[in-house]
């Protein structure tokens, strides 16, 4: 019986093996050919398709699965269908350039590249940091009479959080539509979740594109990183601040960060509020088309305003054609202000030609990164741009989470997107462009002020690098179509 025993495991072992390395063999066949032949079709941009060729070829299955998990864009959102209802209750028709010669061509193509018209008789204000945006915020929302919409990519539920949670659920109580949209990615940056204490206090939330499926996760790498909160519609607020403690800077939190938002009134608040509602349609399935969330919008400032949604749908690559078209139009000074710095080629190019043609380009950018491969990566496309005379900066700790674009002290973007492929290709990102010289002036002053504490880049300190930084640091350029 043992001598018995001994020949069956012996007989069966190896035909074991070979059964399993037949499925795997053709499991990675399967996923490895069909990863090619998407790549061969749909990779636009050849630098992408090479490095996805390469892994795929080089790491069997594991390779195939990163792919179909992190490199395609599944969602392609069918936005019109999601606009449907809500087409009527935009203010159109509103086409106000401005006068100035100089500006009419940058205003008209920006016009044409976004989907919305440009909106003038709108008033935006400059908010530092949390102890700034988050008060007039939370007082908005205490004295909201009908409608509340927010949207934003992390909320945590502590700390400054739990104030907006019972403000949300104090408004609920009294009568006001209140409505919630979280990224699903973005709730997993803090404990406990913050979509719990809202339904609790009976706020009406939805994740955007959770997780809860197996299917899901072939849209885990795409985010809605948009931050869009308004009231009664009224009165509004975008820019790149987060809910979360960090931001309270005179609470001196564990993890502090320096950043910017904007309180908007005025018509172009159709055009965020119709954000909001076509994300929340695709998530929740319900039409918000009354003139309760839509009201008609007086004039009550002077800068004209265009709203640039963009994101993995109909919107696919508007932001990073906008940024290409206010580059070539900018004839004095172009200033950026990102988190995190990882253009790619093309606005690369763009930054370049500028300086070519006389125009001042200066990039502030942190010099210790919340993502440290980031400023990793972005060390390598540094000697590109400071051969080319571009100026880059890093500011010192706390961390600058701070978004602005500034073209020739007269045009800025403002809101969500950051100068990196995540933003610029796989995120929905909502930016304003505003043309206001008194608005610019006030944002260059804020550039100004960032400067000071600045150090400036230059190529010896970048020669002088360690071959183990240089390594590392080209490794992490590796991922950049991952960060």
Known sequence: MHDGGMSFALTTLPVSIWQWSWILGGASFLMGGSA???VLLYKKDPRSAAYWVALVALVPLIGAVLYFVLGINVIRRKGKFYREGIERFEQSGIRVLPDES?????AQTLDRISRFAFAHGNQIRLL????EAMAPMLEAIRQAEKTISLATYIFEAQGIGEEFVQALGDAVDRGVEVRVIVDDAGTRYAWPPVAQKLTAKGVR????????????LATMNLRNHRKIMIVDGKVGFTGGMNIREGNMLSRNPAHPTRDLHFRVEGPVLAQMQRVFAEDWAFCSGETLDSEAWFPLQADVGGTSACGIPDGPDEDMEVMPVAFFAALGAAKKEVKILTPYFLPGPTLIWALNLCVYRGVKVTIVTPQQNNIPPVSWA???????????????FESPPPFDHSKIFLIDGAWSFLGSTNWDPRSLRLNFEFNLACYDPELGDRLNAEFESKMKECREITMD????????VRLRNGIA?????LL
């Open 102 to 106: 100089e500006h009419v061509g940058l």
């Open 477 to 481: 350029r590796l991922f950049i179509p």
């Open 205 to 216: 939330v939805q994740h955007f594109m959770p997780l809860t499926r197996v299917w899901r």
């Open 378 to 392: 972005a060390r390598t496309l540094y000697p590109e741009l400071l051969r080319g005379r571009c100026r880059i």
């Open 128 to 131: 530092r940091n949390g102890d």
């Open 461 to 468: 300190e970048l020669n002088a690098a360690s071959l183990a």
């Open 36 to 38: 090619l032949v998407h």
